[in-house]
């Protein structure tokens, strides 16, 4: 008998221990690095770029910059493995600056540089990488509430999305990429329109007034140089300009709005193979402007500001993965993945640091 009572009491013995919590898994640290090249060769602010484009015509890097979102691993079985991002100066859990500006030459950034993404992954094997360049509509506070990302006030965002050079002045939104350069000779085109006189604007109301003032200047603005006239009537431009983002957007984030956009204009990467030991994504200047004419701009912006009339775009989009017309009447699919793989980014071999050669 009381062998039996022993054996009865050991379960409800058991069932009085708590359960002892799973532990978390090991954390993985996880460092993705950038490089800007054409070609094969590196691109810096202050050096010459040789032969880009369709006409080879050398060019100074102005700037180069893109947010990076939705960063994950890959593993063996195809899934895909968010990286928890750090929080510092050039990213936050939601998204990551990539900045080649480094006040030298013609680049005028006063931000400094930043070429790596940092954060960790569940320890485990993984054999490739995803991520999007842009910035997401929305995220989501510790509440579960909806915040928005693209079009938020620059004055209160958190960093990086406070960078006055990737603003957009309508709707508040961002540039998802920024590339300027300056060909040699510079970019001719034809003169814009005379724009008929005008009666002078009334004052800004109060609510106005404070929505201006509140995008607030956190970045020295680059030098702005008036076109030189050409005795046949053209302007020669000292800057071509490829700004992606978001387009025919709606709603008002100053007064608490939520945008929506008709053409995200997100460019979506995805590497099957990828070692962020031993490689690192490299944007490619001559891989982007493949086809693109830099001394001649034949209208619309000069470059590419992600207009649909723009007669510069459509190569550009193309390259980038993106639809710049609908597959069909009313599908509403301009700015949205094409189909068909980006060609501006790839992987190459990361230079590695003397302490970190075998």
Known sequence: M???????????LLA???????????RQEVAIHFALQAGGAPVECGKPIAALGATKVAAQLRDARFYV?????????GKETPVALDSNDWQNPDVALI?????????????????????????????????????PSLAKDAQGNDVALN?????????????????????????????????????????????????????????????????VKLEAPKEKEQPRVNGDGT?????????????????????????????????????????????????DLEALLAGVDLSHDAGGATGCMSGLADPECGLLYEVAGLRFKESAPDMNDIGKPS??????FRVGPKILA???RE
């Not at 300056?182 to 005008?198: C, D, F, I, S, Y």
Request: hydrophobic letters at 45%; aromatic letters at 6%.
């Open 99 to 135: 900045d080649f500006e480094n006040q030298k030459g013609r680049c005028k950034g006063t931000r400094g540089a930043n070429d790596v993404i940092t954060g960790g992954v569940p320890a485990g094997k993984y054999k490739g990488l995803v991520f999007t360049v842009g910035v």
């Open 151 to 215: 079009h938020s006030n620059l004055a209160t965002a958190p960093a990086p999305l406070d960078v006055q050079g990737m603003n957009w002045g309508w709707q508040a939104g961002r540039k998802f990429i920024a590339i300027e350069l300056e060909p040699e000779g510079g970019v001719m085109r034809k003169a814009p329109p005379a724009r008929l006189p005008r009666e002078a604007p009334a004052a800004p109301s109060a609510a106005a007034a404070a929505r201006l003032e509140a995008i």
């Open 2 to 12: 009381r062998a039996y009572h022993k054996t009865a009491l050991l379960p409800l």
């Open 69 to 77: 979102s939705n960063l994950a691993l890959i593993d063996a079985d």
């Open 339 to 344: 189909g068909v793989p980006q060609r501006i």
């Open 235 to 283: 302007i020669t431009a000292s800057t071509w300009m490829m700004h992606f983002g978001s387009t025919g957007c709606k709603g008002d984030p100053l007064t608490g709005e939520i945008a929506s956009c008709a053409a995200p204009n997100r460019i979506a990467v995805r590497f099957d193979a990828f070692d962020p030991a031993k490689q690192h994504v490299i944007l």
């Open 16 to 26: 009085a221990i708590p359960a002892q919590a799973a532990s978390p898994a090991a």
């Open 354 to 356: 003397a302490n970190e």
